[in-house]
């Protein structure tokens, strides 16, 4: 499975964005998919998810309320909505797919990673 993230851009604080991530080789239609973030000098954190099975999303608290993921089974693609952008947003994104679904929060969940795309928010 490759995965390519895209989408990532600079934007002013308040502003939007829209991350996809395409999956190309094997797919799964099982296990899920999420998106991950590193800031500098921080350790890598939990974005979002989404079930293959149920389109079910979880968001980390961060995010919730702004951020929204959804995904394009024709196209094999997620994405993420990422309204009123703040600058503790700017980190890296990553996507990843799981071939299970074991815990969405960590990192270990998950069996693919992107090579992530840069966000960055200016203040």
């Known amino acids: 499975v490759q995965l390519q993230a895209f989408g990532g851009a600079l934007v002013q604080a308040g502003g939007s964005l829209r991350l996809s991530c395409a999956a190309s080789?094997?797919?799964?239609?099982?296990?899920?998919m999420g998106w991950f973030r590193q800031a500098p000098g921080k350790e890598r954190e939990f974005v979002a998810a989404?079930?293959?099975?149920?389109?079910?999303?979880y968001y980390a608290d961060s995010v919730k309320g702004r951020f929204t993921m959804s995904r394009d089974n024709a196209k094999n693609t997620v994405h993420l909505e990422m309204n009123s952008l703040k600058p503790e947003d700017t980190a890296v994104y990553y996507c990843?797919?799981?071939?299970?679904?074991?815990?969405?929060?960590?990192?270990?969940?998950?069996?693919?990673w992107g090579q992530g795309t840069q966000v960055t928010v200016s203040s």
């Open positions: 990843a797919v799981g071939k299970l679904v074991i815990n969405p929060l960590l990192e270990y969940s998950y069996d693919y």
């Open positions: 080789g094997r797919t799964f239609s099982s296990g899920i």
């Open positions: 989404i079930w293959q099975i149920t389109s079910r999303t």
